[in-house]
């Protein structure tokens, strides 16, 4: 705010620094409340390392699945229909417990996009994690 004396008609040229004053005393407030929590030291337990070997099973090979344009459905190069794909999908979930195999998912760029839906349906009904789309 500035006053004007009666001699001068020009705007006073001094800065108000209380504002100033003010935002500095509420910033070092709350650096002095929340230092003592950011100096607190936080136990965490890792994990240690052992010299025993974990054996891992080769992965099984990866299920080509391909779309073309008429809608027909290719396991691995072999025509099947699209309705067993979940049965023959649950097959292989059920031969590799825990270590499922790889779906490898290509399709003709004019293909009908319900039959990619029904696919992926069928991979996610039957738990298969790992999917992924080549050309």
């Given at each position: 705010?500035?006053?004007?004396?009666?001699?001068?008609?020009?705007?006073?040229?001094?800065?108000?620094?209380?504002?100033?004053?003010?935002?500095?005393?509420?910033?070092?407030?709350?650096?002095?409340?929340?230092?003592?929590?950011?100096?607190?030291?936080?136990?965490?337990?890792?994990?240690?390392?052992?010299?025993?070997?974990?054996?891992?099973?080769?992965?099984?090979?990866?299920?080509?699945?391909?779309?073309?344009?008429?809608?027909?459905?290719?396991?691995?190069?072999?025509?099947?229909?699209?309705?067993?794909?979940?049965?023959?999908?649950?097959?292989?979930?059920?031969?590799?417990?825990?270590?499922?195999?790889?779906?490898?998912?290509?399709?003709?760029?004019?293909?009908?996009?319900?039959?990619?839906?029904?696919?992926?349906?069928a991979a996610e009904a039957t738990g298969?994690?790992?999917?992924?789309?080549?050309r």
């Amino acid at each position: 705010m500035a006053f004007s004396s009666a001699g001068r008609s020009g705007p006073l040229a001094e800065i108000n620094v209380t504002p100033l004053v003010d935002v500095m005393l509420v910033l070092l407030i709350i650096f002095i409340v929340t230092a003592p929590m950011v100096a607190r030291p936080i136990t965490v337990d890792l994990p240690q390392a052992t010299d025993r070997v974990v054996q891992r099973p080769d992965p099984p090979p990866p299920i080509e699945l391909r779309l073309d344009a008429a809608s027909q459905l290719s396991w691995n190069g072999q025509p099947m229909a699209i309705g067993d794909l979940q049965q023959r999908l649950r097959a292989q979930a059920g031969e590799h417990a825990g270590n499922l195999p790889e779906l490898r998912i290509s399709s003709d760029p004019s293909a009908e996009y319900e039959g990619m839906a029904r696919i992926l349906a069928a991979a996610e009904a039957t738990g298969m994690q790992r999917i992924a789309f080549v050309r």
